[in-house]
């Protein structure tokens, strides 16, 4: 499951920063685009193909930064399960219970007592005497 949170975290950030990246080169070429006929005088006298391309350009632009938006949302989201993975492999690492050398009570291994006998728990008796 961890794991599982971690490849998907992974896949997202990488889909998510890919997606920001191209959502910045669809912008600037868009804006070069319409950079290109904004810098022209006369505008007036502006074609209709040129018009159509540079309203394309136009849309082109203002979706760019939906797919960067949307890139960057992505890569969060990635970034929070990579977290969440994380964390649970840490988790996972540590021993979660133990047997009461004397009753045999499984127990947590944070406890300094037993709570079914009252032993006092010493680390070191215990991996000893196991
Ligand atoms: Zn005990």
Redesign the pocket.
Same mark, same amino acid.
């Given at each position: 499951m961890k794991k599982v949170a971690l490849n998907i975290g992974a896949a997202l950030l990488l889909i998510g920063i890919a997606m920001y990246i191209l959502g910045v080169f669809m912008f600037n070429s868009a804006q070069i685009e319409i950079n290109k006929y904004a810098s022209t005088k006369g505008a007036q006298y502006i074609s209709q193909s040129d018009q159509a391309t540079l309203d394309s350009a136009k849309v082109a632009r203002d979706y760019s930064k939906y797919i960067q938006i949307f890139g960057a949302v992505l890569a969060i989201v990635g970034l929070v399960f990579i977290g969440y993975g994380r964390v649970g492999v840490e988790y996972d690492k540590l021993p979660v219970t133990m047997l %009461? !050398?004397? @009753?045999?009570?499984e127990?947590r291994t944070d406890r300094r007592y %037993? !709570?079914? @006998?009252?032993?006092k728990i010493v680390k070191q008796n215990i991996t000893q005497k196991l």
């Open positions: %009461c !050398p004397r @009753c045999e009570y127990m %037993c !709570p079914k @006998c009252g032993l």
